[in-house]
């Protein structure tokens, strides 16, 4: 993925042309930006795992009404991949079949648990995130390249990434990127052991934060080097690295992440930033590793929220839900609520806002992650300079050439 993006390599652009979600406010994009936008949260009673044993009793599961209306609604993961990539490929007037000649889609699932229902029991066919990705392939008609992404809470950036990677080197077209992880007894009773939950509903960045709360879901992203299929936003560049810290815990001082970031802005010629969104877990050493690694990087730090006290940590399908939220905060020049924040942590350092507020700039904004076994990502989304302001509006109507 470093490679290729390297000096000489063909930069073609990697434009937004299509988005899907399945997630706790329920099926599709419409669903999740709404609930995100009007500061509702998915954080409840466990309902489907109520009778686990761990150190919480919420999570942001998928209701029950939305998961029987999800086709083949089993197994779940594969069920949510399978909707939100479908909804994806409709919004960029796209399906695989009807690629003409000489064209091709490429698919890249991330996924940290792949399908762990069954545990390791004979017969579990998509307990591993490759056959997962398989699975989904066939279903849709894929037979361009495809790969897995698995790696920890930043899989979804790192898909992302890759995704456009691709673009931007010529090898592909199109890039349809998902990812999806639901909830089980082995996920809740993992984090647990951790003593990384809240007992109740997260709240990042807060002063009294007592960990995180974990959440499901599936988000999807077709990347096209098509200005003409553009929905107004760009993946113009991305960071990573691994700082090596400890097999869950961040580096300290933030210096890993901020060294994803720097790289990411250097790639996409060192915009002004207008908006970051936060990984913003709600654990002590997260929390305060991310701020200071913007602390770092920026003398005034950008306008930034999070979205996992509203939708849980969803691992793998975290990256991809909430780079939707980022694109989205670009084309509504709105920056989404950090919601639970009631008094804000006076060490962490950033001007950090409990409501949604407006974006007087909407151009670039920044996206991170970050994973056990100390890997970090960043992606820098930029609007296209006919969009802003303004755009959700323009997209709420027909247009030629565009699907709503």
């Known amino acids: 993925m470093e490679g290729e993006y390297a000096e000489g390599v063909s930069a073609r652009a990697a434009f937004v042309a299509g988005r899907g979600a399945v997630s706790c406010f329920g099926v599709g994009r419409e669903a999740l930006l709404a609930g995100i936008f009007t500061g509702r949260t998915g954080i409840r009673p466990l309902e489907r795992l109520a009778g686990v044993a761990c150190l919480t009793s919420v999570a942001a599961e998928v209701p029950a009404d939305v998961r029987a209306s999800l086709e083949g609604a089993e197994p779940l993961v594969l069920a949510m991949t399978l909707q939100a990539a479908r909804e994806a490929l409709r919004e960029a007037r796209l399906e695989p079949f009807r690629l003409t000649d000489g064209e091709s889609l490429g698919l890249v699932l991330a996924t940290t648990k792949a399908d762990l229902s069954g545990g390791m029991a004979a017969g579990n066919e998509l307990g591993c995130p490759w056959r997962l990705l398989a699975r989904v392939a066939e279903l849709l008609g894929i037979t361009g390249r495809s790969a897995a992404v698995s790696c920890a809470c930043a899989s979804g950036l790192s898909a992302l990434a890759l995704g456009a990677s691709w673009i931007r080197s010529g090898a592909l077209e199109r890039v349809l990127v998902v990812g999806a992880d639901a909830l089980n007894e082995f996920i809740l009773r993992g984090f647990s052991s951790l003593l990384a939950l809240d007992p109740g509903p997260c709240r990042p960045f807060d002063r009294t934060r007592a960990g995180l709360s974990l959440g499901e879901g599936a988000g999807a992203i077709v990347l096209s080097a098509r200005a003409s299929e553009s929905l107004g936003v760009e993946l113009a560049a991305w960071g990573a690295s691994n700082d090596a810290n400890h097999i869950t815990g961040p580096c300290r001082d933030g210096s890993g992440l901020a060294l994803a970031l720097q790289r990411a802005l250097r790639r996409a010629g060192s915009p002004r930033v207008d908006y970051v969104h936060l990984h913003g877990t709600g654990t002590e050493y997260n929390d305060a590793m991310e701020c200071r690694a913007l602390r770092s990087v920026f003398s005034e730090p950008p306008a930034a929220s999070?979205?996992?006290?509203?939708?849980?940590?969803?691992?793998?399908?975290?990256?991809?839900?909430?780079?939707?939220?980022?694109?989205?905060?670009?084309?509504?020049?709105?920056?989404?609520?950090?919601?639970?924040?009631?008094?804000?942590?006076?060490?962490?350092?950033?001007?950090?806002?409990?409501?949604?507020?407006?974006?007087?700039?909407?151009?670039?904004?920044?996206?991170?992650?970050?994973?056990?076994?100390?890997?970090?990502?960043?992606?820098?989304?930029?609007?296209?300079?006919?969009?802003?302001?303004?755009?959700?509006?323009?997209?709420?109507?027909?247009?030629?050439?565009?699907?709503?």
């Open 306 to 404: 999070g979205s996992k006290s509203q939708l849980g940590h969803t691992l793998g399908a975290a990256g991809v839900l909430e780079s939707l939220i980022t694109i989205e905060a670009l084309l509504r020049a709105q920056a989404p609520p950090n919601l639970g924040l009631r008094e804000p942590d006076p060490e962490l350092g950033l001007p950090l806002f409990a409501a949604a507020r407006s974006l007087p700039r909407a151009s670039v904004a920044l996206k991170l992650a970050a994973g056990f076994g100390g890997i970090n990502s960043a992606l820098v989304f930029r609007a296209s300079a006919e969009y802003g302001v303004g755009a959700i509006l323009q997209r709420s109507s027909p247009r030629a050439g565009k699907c709503q």
